[in-house]
């Protein structure tokens, strides 16, 4: 491959299950990668990443056990992949300061859609438009979330924050 040769680029869809999601066929890793058109490459996935998280030691190697999970072999060449996590990667301020400070952040308004420790400023700004979005707590998602913020914090090169948003 000459070096004038652009890299293969992928786009991957992880659709994140709990941390022990083999127990639970409902709630599974899922994967799908794509090509630089779009196009859908190799065969889709389901199973538990945990293993292959905890396996993987660097980036590169993480990304390419995700392609040949999905029947795709890494090209010998540059390559680039962005992953699209289907979880939440954060907590909302307020619960991460009453876990971590144990700081009230004031009074606690009637009804869970409202709930500053259950949500994020981006979920509540969605419950204002007629939206109901997930909660990582109220509704039992913080396997996966915590999940994907572990990815984040292993295998993202340039991570300034991981975690709070």
Known sequence: MSETEPATKYY?????????????????????????????????????????????????????????????????????????????????SEFVNLVTDRRHCGVVPKGWSANPYLFRRTELFLFQNGLTPLSAIKDMIGSQATKGMHVLAKFAPNVSSCGVW
């Open 12 to 92: 991957i869809g992880w659709d994140v299950g709990g941390w022990n999601c083999d127990k639970n066929p409902r709630s599974r890793d899922a994967i799908v990668v794509l090509d630089a058109i779009l196009e859908l490459v190799g065969r889709p996935w389901r199973g538990n990443l945990r293993p292959h998280i905890n396996k993987a030691a660097t980036t590169e190697s993480w990304i390419k056990v995700l392609l040949q999970l999905c029947t795709i072999e890494p090209p010998d060449g540059p390559m680039t992949a962005t992953i699209a996590i289907d979880t939440p990667l954060g907590f909302s």
